[in-house]
């Protein structure tokens, strides 16, 4: 090794998969050095996601299962092969399993044991390594709320400045008080931060979660304007940890009565899915990170589709990933909340492609993941 450039070398080890590069790094101890470096494990990373090289989709099962779908470029998608990952554990895996977030390769997972205790584990599965989160360890409260009162959501993101990932938890209080916790996976422990500035917001129960992009967590809250609830975007910067507020275009959108909405992340943009019961599913992109002006309509889709005169057929659609044109967007669609399946969606023809993947389960909840060496000093995971 000592007798080879070392911008060859770099050039070289680049371009492997992620099983040759942990391999190679048991050859000796500068190659494992060299490998576990902060300073290639980023590049790789970045060269990961600019290539699509180790590019995946990983599906949620339940109630423990995950499927791992290689998908590096948009023809093979169909070919794929699905293989299953478990994530072995002491504790008992309950229906409540969930995906908190995903960020460079490192996917973080909740299990709640009972109404107080989670368990949370960062997993990266292309290695595979995990880690453990402590549970938070903060003054608890004095007597616990009614289930009504209280509602418990996490996010997980990097803080690029800080080099650090970073999970976010929210508890509700009495009187729409909202208390907020940070672990820094650097420090391995948890801090309480700021809470969320009580100006009549109130969380938005319906299938709420964290989303992370631009280096900060978002999600939907309600707020109280002239004795209406008006739905919002709340973010926390996750390096200065400092909260931001933007409003929904609702003139744009339209008056959302009784929707299934829901914020999510396509590509670079953040995304509000607007699921109007027996009408159109719609999926709305910020292309400018705050400008609320700059909410643009990708797709307005039919929902409802008549079978025949015994069935009627209604859809709901999750935009995922754009394909490398940027002419078709792949859809996870729902029929009637009980099969799910993946889907090409042309936004310029508005046409369909079915994607058939042999293994697919009917049920499954998708994540968007590149391949990374991150977490390579966590725990290992027999697969």
Request: charged fraction near 25%.
């Amino acid at each position: 090794m000592l007798n080879i450039p070392r911008e060859l070398i770099w050039d070289i080890l680049l371009r492997l998969q992620l099983k040759d590069l942990i391999r190679y790094g048991c050859v000796s101890k500068a190659w494992y050095a060299f490998i576990h470096n902060q300073d290639f494990i980023k590049p790789h990373l970045e060269s990961s996601i600019k290539t699509n090289s180790t590019r995946t989709i990983l599906l949620h099962t339940t109630p423990s299962y995950f499927l791992w779908l290689p998908f590096d470029n948009d023809e093979k998608l169909g070919t794929a092969t699905v293989v299953r990952f478990s994530i072995p554990s002491k504790d008992p895996v309950r229906e409540s399993t969930v995906t908190v977030g995903y960020a460079n390769g490192l996917v973080c997972i909740r299990n709640c044991i009972d109404e107080d205790i989670s368990y949370i584990t960062l997993w990266n599965p292309s290695i595979p390594k995990l880690k453990k989160i402590p549970i938070r360890t903060h003054e608890p409260r004095a007597q616990p709320s009614p289930k009504s009162e209280r509602l418990d959501i996490y996010g997980f993101g990097y803080d690029s400045t800080n080099d650090d990932y970073k999970l976010v938890g929210i508890i509700r209080k009495p009187a729409d008080e909202y208390e907020v916790s940070v672990y820094s996976l650097k420090a391995n422990s948890w801090k309480r931060i700021q809470n969320i500035p009580c100006c009549g917001f109130s969380l938005f129960a319906h299938n709420n979660h964290m989303v992370f992009s631009k280096g900060a967590l978002s999600w939907l809250m309600w707020k109280k304007l002239h004795k209406e609830l008006q739905y919002v975007i709340v973010t926390l910067d996750l390096t200065s940890e400092k909260y931001r507020e933007f409003p929904i275009p609702v003139d744009r959108i339209g008056e959302i009565e009784n929707p299934m909405l829901e914020l999510d992340v396509l590509g670079d943009y953040l995304c509000i899915c607007v699921n109007r019961f027996m009408d159109q599913c719609e999926a709305w992109i910020m292309k400018e990170y705050g400008v609320t002006e700059s909410w643009s309509l990708l797709y307005s889709i039919e929902a409802l589709y008549i079978i025949d005169m015994l069935y009627v057929e209604f859809r709901t659609y999750k935009p995922l990933v754009f394909s490398k044109n940027g002419k078709t967007v792949l859809l996870k669609m729902s029929k009637n909340f009980k099969s799910d399946s993946l889907v090409w969606y042309d936004l310029e023809k508005k046409s369909f492609k079915q994607v058939e993947i042999s293994g697919l389960p009917g049920l499954f909840k998708p994540t968007i993941c590149w391949g990374s060496l991150c977490l390579l000093d966590g725990d290992p995971v027999i697969v």
